[in-house]
């Protein structure tokens, strides 16, 4: 707490926020990241009760402190059951409750652990297995209904590779020590829960191996992002008969009302390979691992002793935190997770008011302009190309600030009772609005993320950008406050370029303006496209943040070309304003260095190494510093504007630099 206030009161009391992070000993044309935030960093190292230090933490800490008094004041008022204060401030009172948390122990998970209990055959394991899916407790593999990706107008039923515990395939199948050791302690954690619930720690290495089985099945984080190749409709009865007898596809899913005749299946080989696993598992490993999913997923919300098994693992060990969050902090994390957009109302009318949403709106209009400029420019595009580019850049939807229609959360009931009940609860209705959705005309108006999320996205499904109003915030400074240079770096390229870039990145290209996967391009212009995204690969393959570990240039393509294009379209933008045209310096420095100190203000960001390991690991977007130094180092405005030098690490010679969009 102190250490935060601290941190945001120096950004307040600074004079300049971009000048007052740069460290000056540091020679931008060497590392850019470090002489942007160094001088930061050094003032405000990770906290002991965080795996990483940056912007969206300062962003998530002031979203807090609002959200802390208004759920003080819905906890202590007396509110209509089912209204939105009433839920707020149950879910906050329940949520603070450690001596109920102690009391209750594990009782909110017994009919799942007495369903668990019964389990004698490969056949109940599978059934509990669907049990659990409606708690989000996802064993075995993964049930969802979203938009079809070859017919974006139909809500489809997708079955995917699933039933792993940790981050990633690798953390399972590595064989470097810094994964063996991760096992080491990951054997303890199932064993600690296992015995938490009534269950035999000697269990835990059955565990282990049943879910390395599935992990040797499973494709890996740079396959699942060809979309043709995770595209499988088959119909329902044939998944049955072929890909897995043992599992009742048809009975299962007919309980949940879906009865679909045709299903898509991502990766057809991992559930023929789910099926000769389950066959060869004695039943009792998979009553452990049913056991060790459900009490794992929840053990954040029980007593003090899952906690703190939780914390070991999933926090310490696997993220490199130090010490637990003060429990308001989890109390709202976890309520912003279970009924986010209640939260999500008070937060927009605040501070997200009519004219931010037009600042931002007009934005991301002159960047669709630029990006059209872009296009027409295009040497290696061919004018049939370019023509379906227009149109699906014309049509693009853009979602700003909060959603048109609030979801409705009046099916879900919130009380005392306890922390952990609340989250089953609300796990199962966000279970069944999901599962709801079949078979219903798709809604286009909705949004995946809340407004308080410090996050942005792209959806090709629905050709739409969407951008929370969070996503927009600087700490310690008012929207009016934000210069133009400023804008253009941080809202403009680094949020607004980079997720429409996303319609055009290596995966988002190959779906039409009506968010169809449908091939629009033509031969020659999709070789030049791929071309030039090999360079890119290559540059990032290159990057080697931890020793031995290197940047994944395949899984990160889409996130890089989508940060390298944001900063393009941000530049075209920028060079159109009226400060870039007078060209005035602002504490210092030229508008140019404002606009990519700007950009590398949405990276400020510093990791564990545990944390970092993981992202490499199993998230598709670059480490914070590479997303800066690596689109940075292909921009000649950059070179000229911080006199980046031939030869100089920053610099890379033109045959090297990915010239895409
Ligand atoms: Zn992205």
Redesign the pocket.
């Known amino acids: 707490m102190i250490a935060l206030a601290i941190a945001v009161a120096l950004l307040r009391s600074a004079p300049d926020v971009l000048q007052s992070h740069i460290d000056t000993s540091v020679d931008p044309g060497v590392d850019f990241f470090q002489y942007a935030n160094g001088g930061w960093f050094r003032k405000n190292p990770i906290p002991p009760a965080e795996s990483g230090w940056g912007i969206g933490n300062l962003v998530r800490d002031e979203l807090y402190a609002r959200q802390l008094a208004v759920n003080k004041k819905a906890a202590s008022g007396r509110f209509p059951e089912g209204s939105d204060d009433q839920k707020i401030g149950d879910f906050w009172v329940a949520a603070m409750d450690e001596a109920k948390a102690e009391q209750v122990g594990l009782k909110p998970l017994a009919p799942w652990l007495t369903k668990i209990d019964g389990v004698a055959t490969t056949r109940d394991a599978i059934s509990v297995g669907f049990a659990l899916q409606e708690l989000g407790v996802r064993p075995f593999f993964n049930v969802d209904v979203y938009q079809d990706e070859k017919r974006s107008d139909v809500m489809s039923l997708h079955l995917s590779q699933g039933g792993l515990e940790m981050p990633g395939r690798d953390y399972y199948l590595d064989s470097e020590p810094r994964f063996a050791t991760i096992r080491g302690e990951y054997l303890k954690y199932i064993a600690g829960i296992l015995e938490l619930s009534g269950g035999s720690g000697s269990d835990a290495p059955g565990v282990l191996k049943f879910e390395t089985a599935l992990a040797t099945v499973s494709r890996k984080i740079e396959e699942l992002r060809d979309t043709d190749r995770n595209y499988h409709m088959m119909p329902l009865a044939e998944v049955q008969a072929k890909l897995d007898p043992s599992i009742p596809w048809v009975e299962a899913l007919a309980t949940w009302n879906l009865r679909p005749k045709e299903v898509v299946v991502g990766q057809p080989e991992f559930f023929s390979g789910l099926e000769t696993l389950l066959a060869a598992t004695p039943p009792a490993d998979l009553r452990a691992y049913l056991r060790f999913h459900l009490v794992s997923q929840f053990a954040p919300y029980l007593n003090k002793r899952a906690e703190a098994l939780s914390f070991d693992f999933n926090n310490r060990t696997l993220s490199g935190q130090k010490e637990p969050q003060p429990r308001w902090k989890r109390a709202l994390e976890a309520e912003n997770s279970a009924i986010g957009f209640i939260l999500g109302k008070s937060f927009v009318k605040e501070y997200f008011p009519p004219a931010s949403k037009k600042r931002y709106s007009d934005l991301i209009e002159a960047f669709r302009r630029t990006y059209a400029k872009r296009i027409d420019r295009l040497a290696w595009m061919s004018p049939a190309t370019k023509a379906k580019a227009h149109h699906k850049l014309a049509t693009m939807v853009k979602k700003v600030g909060y959603p048109d229609r609030w979801k409705d959360y009046s099916a879900l009931k919130i009380g005392r009772s306890s922390f952990c009940e609340n989250m089953i609860a609300a796990s199962q209705w966000s279970f069944r609005d999901e599962i709801s959705k079949f078979g219903k005309p798709v809604d286009r108006k909705e949004w995946d993320i809340t407004p308080q999320t410090f996050n942005?996205?792209?959806n090709p499904s629905n050709n739409e950008i969407v951008m929370p109003a969070a996503a927009f915030a600087i700490p310690g400074l008012k929207d009016s406050e934000i210069d133009e240079p400023l804008l253009y770096g941080n809202a403009g390229a680094s949020w607004i370029g980079?997720?429409m870039t996303?319609g055009f990145d290596d995966q988002g290209r190959q779906f039409d303006f009506r968010g169809n996967f449908a091939d629009w391009w033509t031969k020659e212009d999709a070789a030049q496209f791929e071309n030039r995204a090999a360079l890119m690969v290559k540059q990032f393959d290159g990057y080697e943040p931890l020793p031995g570990l290197h940047i994944n240039g395949q899984a990160t393509l889409?996130?890089n070309i989508?940060?390298y294009g944001g900063l393009l379209l941000g530049l075209d933008a920028f060079k159109e304003s009226k400060s870039y045209k007078e060209g005035k310096k602002i504490a210092g420095l030229t508008p140019m260095q404002r606009f990519f100190l700007g950009y590398d203000l949405s990276w400020l960001r510093e990791q564990t190494e545990q944390s970092l390991t993981r992202g490499l690991k199993s998230d598709?977007?670059a480490p914070a510093k590479w997303r800066v130094n690596g689109p940075l180092s292909n921009l000649p405005d950059f070179y000229e504007a911080f006199g980046v030098k031939p030869g100089q690490p920053m610099w890379r010679d033109p045959s090297l630099r990915p010239d895409i969009w």
Do not use: N, P, S, T
């Open positions: 942005a996205y792209y980079h997720e996303h889409g996130e989508a940060d598709v977007h």
